[in-house]
């Protein structure tokens, strides 16, 4: 007969005030099997806890319930304290009396009963428990970062820097992001692309770092210190090793006139170019859609011309598969696109840009070399208009959140513009003015103080143009929601931030979870910002929510560390719930009977073949059997086995009918 | 001396096979499952229209087994036992080939590539009678099928007639027998019964051949067959998949497709 | 008047959608009707069809199977694998009689604490409308008595 | 001499009206789509007169399932709630001869160490009317038993259908005079010239006593494998089987009650002897079907002094590949 402890929390108010938790207590008493049961204001607190110790060594339980939040909050909390008493961690269970009981029920007795069963389930439960030793597997201690703007560059120097190798992966043909696009950054003003651009080169000269631009993950198998990253390295069609960065090929190009997209269609580039004069690598691609050679077969001008003869137009893209322990996410973000803003006339005006266009604009290494010139006609904006949250916090036509940045670049460029257009008029429509961080908002009050940037506190309705010019009809809510009517030369959308393209598809290949707006999901919003779900990937940067420079780079070197983390340790301990093919004495040897259709249901190919032999090696029987360092304990072939041979520890079929039974 | 007998003969002379699974003469006018170990007595042998029992569950049964490498009289639904058999690795081409009876005439299949093709060619839909009754069945109010079904099943006595004339009832370990916990009671209540039925449909659903052994064999005639059936078919009409069409494993409940279409998950 | 009868509701959820989504149901304060016991499984993969049967003849007058969204599965498949299962045992169960009006299947997931309370609430008015289980409850005794 | 009286069939109609309306139930061999079953009985007309039963009567007084007793979990503690047993009286109408003496076969079991409450109470309220058989089929083999189609052993009262239309009722106990009180008419004797229709013809095949010598040197002959390579191992044998006594005590429970059930089982069935370590004294079929055959016809005379078998052949017409007990038993008898 087991000796069960039941332990409830009240925590606080929070189950207390809705279930009567003595009389839990008093029914768990009654439980056959239950030789302890108390109630308490916090178990997870120090007294709790030991509360919970001196029970073990004091009643001799061989098993514990604690009722109290959700096991995915606790369970490891009380299982290390289990332990601590001196039993199995896992001949501890937790009954969800909080999140599935108070907070969802009214106070009653009908809550009281539930809690009663809730309790009840999991004693039945732990009575059924088998003591259970941890998993321990190898950690490959090489990271893997996907993304190569500042979140990964941050990310993968930190990781480098304890000594482990990273392989740094972006998918476009340099490293950067959209930081080395920007032109200052708020709220020092200091240049962007000067703080970026050693931290660029150092990434790529890191001796533990390798990095793969122009490369995409194809696919990712394997588990946490284990993982296998298949990653496309795309036809640059040019040998890096020969080239030199010299550019000839650039000036040669016949094909000149293909819209930048590092200067947001402000200029043009040739078929073969290198995105930016700083990228990193200096090496130049070919756009296979544009270059004159792979649409007519003839050309070959910068073959011709190239000076180390690296062009290799045969050249095809390259599948590698590379063991990695630990993967970063740091995808990163993309700007609402601006067809969404009709009403706005983008598109339709030439002088209606977004946020990204004008930090180009304004850039010392951009198409005006920083004078601000309206795309129009060259001509310099004398009035300016900002529209704040284009897209942000509008449930109706955009994104219901805040996209946190924009008060602070459109505050950041209003500035900019006043500095650069001396006497120009920048006007403001904003909502809220959201400057919370440090020096945030006093770097608003130099727009509005030093800088003379008008606030208009309201939303435009209209962007039309009136015998060539544009004007912005508003209203200023703090006017009595007077409508107001601004003539200017140029409109700048602050435009809402959103996932990356192609972010749901990239979390469903590495299974991470993520939220409605296809940002990837936190483990915790609070207590693991930076973790998934899925053990051995994290999180850095804007993929995971809007959030500006500092944040970024500080929750990079949050992952970082938690990669470092990983990787101090010697091995992997991996929870021991995971499935088990049953082995028993001659003549059965195994209730398995060696169909193995469980084979093709595991997600995970943990299902292997064993062949039982006798003393002369002759085979007797061929059975599954569990890999447990890839098994992850989803049951699936538990479910599928006709025989029940196979069972899954921690939810094994005893237990479950168990819990059952007791319903 | 017709060709089966003369085959036998051939086969067992040459020691090609040691043992023929065949059909004899039975009580009356009935047939029943015969195991030709000589030659001299392949003329107990009959070909008949009495000869419809699926003798593919033999081929997994450790005495017979025991005599050597096996010669099966097979029809149809034998045939493709033999290949979901060899699907689920429980019987290997060195075991058993086939003395298929097709369309009256008796075909040597010593490669399952063999009795693949030929399977490939037979019809495999169910008997019309079935097909019938499965319709009324599934035009009846639910409950209606509840009241059919009890009546039915009220009537089975767990003697497991329909799971050991099973050809892919060839478990060691049923999950009938697994106690530990119990998953269906062993008593043959209505609830045990209907719980007994109900795994055995679930667990041949997508490996069905579609014999209807298990409901001939049935003493008390409960349609057991018409539940292995229902199931098979449900498989069928939505996964494309089938039981017995091959020897390659090709198991619908164990595979999936990310796009299954279903109208009923909220 | 007589007592208005209260249906035993048993939910068989995965650990990594819907039981996620049903704690924050609860860290949202979204209340529903109290009739559900949750038996919290790794995955919908690990939910044996049999699991159902037993709930009903174990004394449930409903039930509820719920995990991860098609594609968001922790373990990238189990969820596939479980549809195909209910999607025969779902024709099977209405072939020998059992009313599906009382088995519930859905995904929930983690992001939708709503979606479940709403979920068992409805699943819960059903049954409760359809009153208790006996058919399925007391064969236990029939053969017997 | 016993009383013997003449039943017509409208007079059977009467008892049967008479047996109900004194709160008793008459069970009898009744068609049942191509079977016969052992169902209730109204009319004269219901009873099928020749020809068995797929599964034996013997559930009247051995049901297939039966519950012996239930408990509550109150607390750690737990109630025990006695069951009684259900003993509906019982009658059982038209059963054939073979049937009847089945009986016997169970009862040496049930009473043979302790006393089974269960089985008692309802053979104490169970009539049995016996009805001679006039046809028989390949698995007959009562006369191979010492028996024969019109035997009159087990029954309360035998029918023998006359030439001249209804039946010779031959009373035989008491209990069966008690019955025939209840057909509420005064009853004619049967006139000593008065013609039976023959009894059906059942050609020994074997005798049992020199079968009984012969097994005690057959334990270990091949003979059992040779004839079970066949046998499935299922158990449709012994469930239809009227002398099967085999069962299994299950407990089925949850958290708050359970109870306990007695439920037919068969040492046909690999379950039957598993032990828990995974070893099985009775691995082979070969071992299981000479267990079947030694335990009916050497066991159970040695020990209990009567046969374990009646010859009625339901076994054989049960089995799904044709295991012929008759013919089986007829090979191990004639062989050296």
Redesign the interface.
Same mark, same amino acid.
């Given at each position: 007969m087991s000796r069960v402890g039941v332990f409830i929390c009240h925590c606080g108010e929070n189950i207390a005030g809705t279930v009567d938790v003595a009389a839990v207590a008093k029914a768990a008493m009654d439980m056959p099997g239950v030789v302890h049961a108390v109630d308490y204001k916090y178990m997870c607190s120090d007294p709790g806890q030991t509360m919970l110790k001196d029970a073990i060594r004091d009643r001799k339980l061989d098993g514990v319930v604690v009722a109290a939040c959700s096991p995915r909050m606790h369970e490891p909390t009380f299982r290390r304290t289990a332990e601590e008493g001196g039993i199995n961690p896992y001949q501890c269970e937790m009954a969800n009396l909080r999140e599935h009981c108070s907070w969802v029920h009214e106070k009653g007795e009908p809550t009281t009963a539930k809690a009663v069963d809730l309790v009840r389930i999991q004693v039945e439960k732990v009575k059924r428990n088998h003591p259970l030793k941890p998993i321990r597997v190898p950690i490959t201690k090489k990271a893997l970062v996907l993304g190569g703007g500042i979140a990964g560059i941050q990310a993968a120097l930190d990781i480098a820097n304890t000594g482990s190798p990273v392989l740094l992966v972006e998918k476009s043909p340099s490293i950067g992001g959209h930081m080395s696009q920007l032109s200052e950054t708020f709220p020092t003003l200091d240049c962007s692309q000067c703080i970026l651009t050693p931290r660029m080169v150092e990434a790529a000269r890191h001796p533990k770092i390798t990095l793969y631009t122009y490369s995409e993950l194809e696919k990712l198998d394997g588990f946490i210190g284990n993982f296998k990253a298949t990653i496309r390295r795309k036809a640059r069609k040019i040998d890096e090793k020969l080239c030199n960065g010299c550019g000839v090929c650039q000036q040669k190009c016949p094909v000149k006139k293909i819209p930048d997209q590092f200067n947001e269609g402000l200029s043009n580039r040739a078929a073969i170019y290198v995105p930016f004069p700083q990228a990193v690598p200096n090496k130049p691609v070919i756009d296979l859609e544009n270059c004159t050679y792979f649409k007519t077969g003839k050309c070959k001008a910068c073959e011709k011309l190239c000076p180390t003869k690296a062009i290799r137009f045969d050249q095809e893209d390259q599948i590698e598969v590379h063991d990695v322990g630990a993967v970063v996410l740091a995808t990163g973000f993309k700007t609402m696109p601006v067809s969404h803003f009709s009403e706005y006339g983008y598109g339709k005006y030439k002088d209606v840009i977004d946020g990204m266009k004008f930090e180009r604009l304004a850039s010392a290494s951009g198409p005006t070399g920083g004078a601000i010139k309206r795309p129009s006609d060259g001509k310099t904006p004398e009035t300016i208009v900002f529209i704040a949250c284009a897209g942000s916090r509008d449930r109706l036509k955009g994104v219901p959140y805040c996209s946190k940045i924009c008060c602070m670049y459109t505050a950041k460029h209003a500035m900019l513009y006043q500095h650069k257009v001396h006497g120009g008029k920048a006007t403001i429509f904003y909502m809220d003015i959201r400057a919370a961080g440090k020096n945030y908002d006093e770097f608003v009050r130099r727009a509005v103080e030093e800088d003379g940037v008008k606030y208009v506190r309201g939303r435009v309705s209209r962007v039309y143009e009136d015998n060539g010019q544009l004007v912005v009809r508003g209203v200023d809510t703090l006017l009595g929601a007077e409508q107001v009517e601004i003539r200017a030369d140029m409109v700048v959308l602050a435009t809402a931030v959103q996932a990356q393209d192609g972010a749901e598809e990239l979390a469903q290949t590495l299974h991470v979870s993520y939220d409605p707006y296809k940002f990837f999901a936190e483990a915790h919003p609070k207590l693991r910002p930076v973790e998934t779900n899925t053990a051995g990937i994290f999180l850095a940067g804007t993929c995971q929510a809007p959030r500006d420079i500092p944040e970024t780079v500080a929750q990079a070197s949050g992952a970082a560390v938690k990669v470092a983390g990983l990787f101090s340790q010697p091995e992997l301990t991996r929870e021991p719930i995971i499935a088990v093919v049953d082995r028993q004495p001659p003549p059965v040897f195994s209730h398995c009977v060696g169909c193995f259709l469980c084979k093709s249901a595991c997600p995970y190919q943990a299902i292997e073949e064993e062949s039982i032999k006798n003393r002369n090696g002759d085979v007797l029987k061929v059975v599954a059997k569990v890999n447990p360092g890839l098994c992850q304990g989803c049951g699936t072939c538990v479910s599928t086995c006709r025989t029940k041979a196979i069972d899954l520890q921690g939810f094994s079929n005893e237990q479950v009918f168990a819990e059952l039974m007791s319903i | 001396m017709d060709a089966l007998t003369s085959k036998a003969k051939e086969l067992l002379t040459a020691g090609t096979v040691k043992v023929v699974i065949g059909y004899g003469k $039975?009580?009356?006018e %009935?047939?029943?499952?015969?195991?030709v170990r000589a030659a001299e007595r392949a003329g107990e042998l009959v070909v008949d229209a009495g000869c419809v029992?699926n003798l593919a569950? *033999?081929l997994t049964?450790?005495?017979?087994r025991a005599l050597g490498r096996m010669a099966i009289v097979a029809v149809p639904s034998t045939l493709r036992s033999m290949l979901q058999l060899a699907a689920?690795?429980?019987l290997r081409e060195e075991n058993a080939l086939a003395l298929a009876i097709i369309d009256g005439d008796i075909r040597e299949l010593a490669t399952f590539d063999a009795i693949e093709e030929a399977v490939a060619t037979v019809p495999d839909a169910i008997g019309e009678a079935d097909q019938k009754m499965i319709d009324k069945?599934?035009a009846m109010s639910?409950?209606?099928? +509840?009241?059919?079904?009890?009546a039915e099943l009220?009537?089975c006595?767990?003697? *497991?007639?329909c799971?050991? %004339?099973c050809p892919m009832c060839?478990?060691?370990?049923?999950?009938m #027998?697994?106690n530990?916990?119990?998953?269906?009671?062993?008593?043959?209540?209505?609830?045990?019964?209907?719980?007994y039925?109900?795994?055995r449909?679930?667990?041949l659903? $997508?490996r069905c051949v579609q014999c209807g052994?298990c409901g001939?064999?049935c003493?008390?005639?409960i349609p057991v067959h018409l539940?292995t059936f229902?199931?098979e078919q449900?498989?069928r009409r939505?996964?494309g998949q089938k039981g017995g069409a091959n020897a390659k494993?090709d198991?619908?409940?164990?595979? @999936?497709?990310?796009d #299954?279409k279903?109208t @009923?998950? +909220? | 008047m007589a007592e208005q009868f209260e249906p035993k509701m048993t939910a068989f959820v995965c650990n990594w959608c819907t039981y996620a989504g049903a704690d924050l149901t609860g860290t949202s304060r979204i209340k529903y009707q109290s009739n559900v016991r949750v038996i919290r499984l790794p995955c919908t993969g690990r939910i044996d069809f049999m699991l159902v049967m037993k709930a009903f003849s174990r004394g449930s007058d409903g039930v509820i199977i719920s995990g991860c969204h098609p594609n968001d599965c922790h373990y990238t498949s189990g969820n596939y694998h479980a549809r195909r299962r209910w999607m025969v045992f779902r024709d099977l169960m209405d072939f020998m009689g059992i009313d599906l009006r009382r088995v519930t299947f859905s995904w929930v997931s983690a992001a939708e604490g709503a979606k479940w309370a709403e979920l068992v609430n409805e699943a819960t008015n059903t049954v409760r409308e359809l009153g208790p289980y006996k058919e399925v409850q007391e064969l236990t005794a029939v053969g017997i008595d | 001499m016993s009383e013997r009286y003449i039943l017509t069939e409208g007079s059977i109609g009467t008892l049967l009206e008479g047996l109900v309306s004194a709160g008793q139930r008459a069970l009898g061999p009744k068609e049942a789509g191509n079977r016969i079953e052992i169902a209730e009985i109204k009319t004269f007309a219901d009873i099928v007169q020749n020809g068995q039963s797929v599964v034996s009567a013997k559930g009247v007084v051995f049901p297939k399932v039966e519950r012996l007793l239930k408990y509550r979990f109150e607390g750690k503690n737990v109630a025990l709630d006695d069951v009684e047993p259900q003993a509906q009286p019982t009658v059982l109408f038209g059963l054939r001869p073979c049937e009847a003496r089945a009986f016997h076969a169970l009862d040496v079991v049930f009473n043979w160490d302790s006393k089974d409450k269960f089985f008692n109470a309802r053979m104490a309220n169970t009539t049995i009317v016996g009805l001679t058989c006039t046809q028989a089929d390949d698995s007959c083999f009562c006369t191979s038993l010492g028996s024969r189609p019109n035997d009159t052993q087990g029954s309360d009262i035998l029918l023998s259908p006359l030439k001249a239309g209804g039946f010779a009722a031959e009373v035989l106990t008491a209990k069966g005079k008690a019955l025939l009180a209840l057909a509420k008419v005064a009853l004619a004797p049967v006139p000593l010239n008065a013609a039976l229709i023959p009894p059906a013809t059942v050609a020994p095949a074997f005798d049992a006593k020199a079968l009984q010598q012969k097994l005690a040197a057959k334990f270990d002959s091949p003979l059992w494998a040779e004839q079970s390579l066949r046998c499935l191992g299922c158990g449709a044998c012994a469930f239809v089987c009227p002398t099967c006594v085999c069962f299994d005590i299950q407990d089925e429970a949850d958290t708050k009650q359970g109870q306990r059930l007695r439920a037919w089982d068969s040492c046909g069935m690999r379950l039957f002897t598993l032990h828990a370590s995974g070893h099985n004294p009775r691995d082979k079929q070969s071992q299981r079907w000479r267990q079947r055959v030694f335990h009916k016809f050497s066991y159970y005379p040695e020990r209990l002094g009567t046969l374990g078998c009646v010859g009625c052949g339901k076994c054989s017409r049960a089995c799904p590949v044709d295991m012929n007990l008759k013919q089986h038993l007829a090979d191990a008898a004639s062989q050296g």
């Open positions: - | $039975g009580t009356g %009935s047939r029943r499952p015969i195991f029992q569950t *033999y049964k450790a005495e017979v689920e690795k429980q069945l599934t639910v409950g209606e099928r +509840r009241a059919f079904w009890a009220g009537r006595v767990k003697c *497991y007639a799971r050991s %004339s060839y478990c060691e370990r049923c999950t #027998d697994c530990r916990p119990q998953w269906i009671p062993v008593a043959s209540h209505a609830l045990g019964n209907l719980e039925h109900m795994v449909a679930m667990h659903a $997508g052994t001939a064999a003493p008390v005639g539940l229902f199931a449900t498989v939505q996964f494993l198991y619908a409940m164990s595979t @999936f497709k990310p #299954d279903e @009923f998950i +909220r | - | -």
